[in-house]
T-cell receptor, first 116, second 116 residues
Framework: DTAVSQTPKYLVTQMGNDKSIKCEQNLGHDTMYWYKQDSKKFLKIMFSYNNKELIINETVPNRFSPKSPDKAHLNLHINSLELGDSAVYFC???????????????FGPGTRLTVT | AQKVTQAQTEISVVEKEDVTLDCVYETRDTTYYLFWYKQPPSGELVFLIRRNSFDEQNEISGRYSWNFQKSTSSFNFTITASQVVDSAVYFCALSEGRNTGNQFYFGTGTSLTVIP
């Protein structure tokens, strides 16, 4: 059984389009994340949700909007896609974080977004 | 400033050689967590280990071992008797204890190639 799943795995689209990437976890985790991995493999967090509440919102263009309908799902919607948005986007989840304890994050398989 | 530095961008070894991947971190917190992840050519991110700042014991798991030294702010990863399947990009990550949201700071990764 897949723990963290993402759809689609590949997404090719033209500049200016709007697209969504879906993420689901069946681990019972309370916290979910979106990361962007660029062509140089650098991983940067974009957003984090805990029990449907946004807790990390890094400096990303407001064309990117996360939506968490429930704690098992965290979707990423991107408006007006640009060439620079081409990257691999990873969803992840972890157990609920306390102030002094940090759990490992489990990652989905990634979505390779190509904007032409 | 980069919180996690992986100075080795690429390493190549011949199968059965031992290899050590370096990770140096920077934090002012006394409570923090360190992680290693593996990203094989297939692209998924695989969790390998979590270590908290109060546990400096070295850890061994099969051919993998980790050396945590607070005095040098390092958390190095050694693969003994490397195999072709170890070829991957390896990421070190830091999460600071006072940080809400379980934010991970990833290093830039070390690409390991094991030559048969």
């Amino acid at each position: 059984d897949t723990a963290v799943s993402q759809t689609p795995k590949y997404l090719v689209t033209q500049m200016g389009n709007d697209k969504s990437i879906k993420c689901e976890q069946n681990l019972g985790h309370d916290t979910m994340y979106w990361y962007k991995q660029d062509s140089k493999k650098f991983l940067k967090i974009m957003f984090s949700y805990n029990n449907k509440e946004l807790i990390i919102n890094e400096t990303v263009p407001n064309r990117f909007s996360p939506k968490s309908p429930d704690k098992a799902h965290l979707n990423l919607h991107i408006n007006s896609l640009e060439l620079g948005d081409s990257a691999v986007y990873f969803c992840a989840s972890s157990q609920e974080t306390g102030s002094l304890f940090t759990y490992e994050q489990y990652f989905g398989p990634g979505t390779r977004l190509t904007v032409t | 400033a980069q919180k996690v530095t992986q100075a080795q961008t690429e390493i190549s070894v011949v199968e059965k050689e031992d290899v050590t991947l370096d990770c140096v971190y920077e934090t002012r917190d006394t409570t923090y967590y360190l992680f290693w992840y593996k990203q094989p050519p297939s692209g998924e991110l695989v969790f390998l280990i979590r270590r908290n700042s109060f546990d400096e014991q070295n850890e061994i798991s099969g051919r993998y071992s980790w050396n945590f030294q607070k005095s040098t702010s390092s958390f190095n990863f050694t693969i003994t008797a490397s195999q072709v399947v170890d070829s991957a990009v390896y990421f070190c990550a830091l999460s600071e204890g006072r940080n809400t949201g379980n934010q991970f700071y990833f290093g830039t990764g070390t690409s390991l190639t094991v030559i048969p």
